[in-house]
């Protein structure tokens, strides 16, 4: 017997008071997901989960990674 997953992720990301970034994955199915996001080049940005970040997704709306500012004074 073979079942499938066919649930689609979906991200957001938002913005903060000091323009860090939150990015949230968004899970239509009642199956929790594993979420890989490997940031490759981040500018005057850090991510609190390191350079691969490892997430689960469960049902609804989550959090998956924040991104902090390096460089408040940046753009």
Not at 39 to 45: D, E, G, K, Q, W
Not at 50 to 55: E, H, R, S
Not at 67 to 74: C, F, G, I, V, Y
Request: positive net charge; aromatic residues 10%; proline residues 5%.
């Amino acid at each position: 017997m073979h079942s499938y997953a066919f649930a689609q992720l979906k991200f957001e990301s938002a913005y903060d008071n000091d323009r860090n970034v939150t990015i949230y994955a968004i899970n239509p199915d009642v199956i929790p997901f594993t979420v890989v996001i490997d940031f490759t080049t981040l500018n005057n940005l850090t991510s609190t989960g390191g350079k691969t970040v490892i997430a689960l997704s469960n049902p609804g709306r989550n959090v998956v990674a924040k991104l902090k500012r390096t460089n408040p004074d940046q753009g």
